[in-house]
Nanobody
């Protein structure tokens, strides 16, 4: 039984920034890799960024150079720094293990990029 609770979303203008946070109910050492996903209306959930326990990261091409994933082991938190936001980034953002725990999907946090 693990919970992922996302926060930090909101309404932001194009070009703006947000930092998303994910509180994990147990040690993030439990997972080989953590990830952020997003889902826009009418689309499938998409892997956005992932980070391993060793600090290696990967990103979907559309966010490379704009988003940065990080983790704070002491606080059991996962972060996604989102810069230069675009309308195409509008979605509900979720965190989870990269090896997805289906029963642990949270509500996500809504990111809306609009003028």
């Amino acid at each position: 039984q693990v919970q992922f609770v996302e926060s930090g979303g909101g309404l932001v203008q194009p070009g703006g920034s947000l930092r998303l946070s994910c509180a994990v109910s147990r040690s993030i050492f439990s997972f080989d890799a953590m990830a952020w996903y997003r889902q826009a209306p009418g689309t499938q959930r998409e892997l956005v960024a992932a980070i391993t326990t060793g600090g290696s990261t990967n990103y979907v091409d559309s966010v490379k150079g704009r988003f940065t994933i990080s983790r704070d082991n002491a606080k059991n938190r996962l972060y996604l720094q989102m810069n230069n936001l675009k309308a195409e980034d509008t979605a509900v953002y979720y965190c989870n293990a990269k090896s997805i725990i289906v029963s642990s999907w949270g509500q996500g946090t809504q990111v809306t990029v609009s003028a």
